[in-house]
């Protein structure tokens, strides 16, 4: 499996654009997080979704933000308008809460900067 | 949620043992104490995780102390490529809310 695939790596736009993230889980896993990360506020969990369902949304910052999981294989993070505080490295991860582990599988992460 | 706390940084030479505690005073009967490291420029990835018994993986092993107010991470050989940050996190058995603290930022040298 080529696990968690994220898109873009790497966006730069400028303040007030529409940024969106792309996540593409591992096949099977029944639970998709995305998290943000920076140095002053560490690794925040946003919102994470089961079975395509919002479970907790209470970490997304603001009604800029905006997440999505039409299916079992793709989900979204919108932020309309963007912002400079935005700037953050913005992580999908996805897990099967049937395994022993209950491991969280992380992507590579999208960094994204806000000008 | 509960909270963990966690020593800021850590140093270890090479080819030496390394533990990594990490106090969870306010646990409760039903939370996991997971380890996730981060290594530079990548996502987390798990490390190990356990309930109340000591635990073994290829990766490392999980101490946990009796009255489960305190777990340490053991990597039993430490090698340049384990220079990373280790989260401790508490997971309740109900949800899958992770709080990443700050983590512990080892570096091993040479």
């Known amino acids: 499996d080529a696990g968690v695939i994220q898109s873009p790596r790497h966006e730069v736009t400028e303040m007030g654009q529409e940024v969106t993230l792309r996540c593409k889980p591992i096949?099977?896993?029944?639970?998709l997080f995305w998290y943000r990360q920076t140095m002053m506020r560490g690794l925040e969990l946003l919102i994470y979704?089961?079975?395509?369902?919002?479970?907790?949304d209470s970490g997304m910052p603001e009604d800029r933000f905006s997440a999505k999981m039409p299916n079992a294989s793709f989900s979204t993070l919108k932020i309309q308008p963007s912002e400079p505080r935005d700037s953050a490295v913005y992580f999908c991860?996805?897990?099967?809460?049937?395994?022993?582990?209950?491991?969280?599988?992380f992507g590579p992460g999208t960094r994204l900067t806000v000008l | 949620d509960a909270k963990t706390t966690q020593p800021n940084s850590m140093e270890s030479n090479e080819e030496e043992p390394v533990h990594l505690p990490c106090n969870h005073s306010?646990?409760?009967?039903?939370?996991?104490i997971h380890w996730y490291r981060q290594l530079p420029s990548q996502g987390p990835e798990y490390v190990i995780h356990?309930?109340?018994s000591n635990v073994n993986n290829r990766m490392a092993s999980l101490a946990i102390a009796e009255d489960r107010k305190s777990s340490t991470l053991i990597l039993h050989r430490a090698t340049l490529r384990d220079a990373a940050v280790y989260y401790c996190?508490?997971?309740?058995?109900?949800?899958?809310?992770?709080?990443f603290g700050p983590g512990t930022r080892l570096s091993v040298l040479p």
């Open positions: 996190i508490l997971r309740n058995d109900y949800g899958q809310n992770f709080v």
């Open positions: 991860a996805s897990l099967n809460s049937e395994a022993l582990t209950n491991e969280q599988f």
């Open positions: 306010t646990i409760s009967g039903t939370d996991y």
């Open positions: 356990g309930l109340t």
């Open positions: 096949s099977g896993h029944d639970y």
């Open positions: 979704f089961n079975n395509n369902v919002p479970i907790d």
